[in-house]
């Protein structure tokens, strides 16, 4: 059998190790749902966002101009798909549909973000009997 001191000094450890690995561990379960992303690049990445956040979290691989894919707080998922566009991938990063007309940097005028690119160029050098 064990001295009385050090069975003491072994319950003293062991209360330690307990009480430090909660005080580790909490912070990074008690993480507020404003610090998980709306997005995450993958399924498994989203699934993990969604349950940490409490909430739904887009997944970034499987957007596209149609549709959308979220993970949800449960552990399900939900596909929203569109009949047409409603984004369109400029970069790397997705931006809404824009029919809005711009001028642009070489003198034609378009609409800001659309699936397909159309371009309006003045034709005046053309009309030369005034």
Avoid: C
């Amino acid at each position: 059998m064990r001295p009385v001191g050090a069975r003491w000094r072994a319950v003293v450890v062991t209360a330690a190790v307990v009480v430090s690995t909660v005080s580790v561990v909490q912070p990074v379960l008690a993480a507020p749902a404003a610090s998980i992303p709306d997005s995450a690049p993958d399924e498994a990445t989203a699934a993990a966002y969604a349950r940490a956040g409490d909430k739904q979290v887009e997944v970034a691989s499987e957007t596209t101009e149609t549709s959308k894919t979220l993970a949800n707080q449960d552990g399900s998922w939900a596909l929203t798909e569109y009949v047409h566009p409603v984004r369109v991938k400029q970069g790397t990063t997705w931006t809404p549909i824009d029919t809005t007309l711009e001028r642009r940097p070489d003198g034609s005028i378009g609409p800001k973000a659309v699936a397909v690119d159309v371009s309006l160029k003045s034709m005046s050098h053309l009309v030369s009997f005034l």
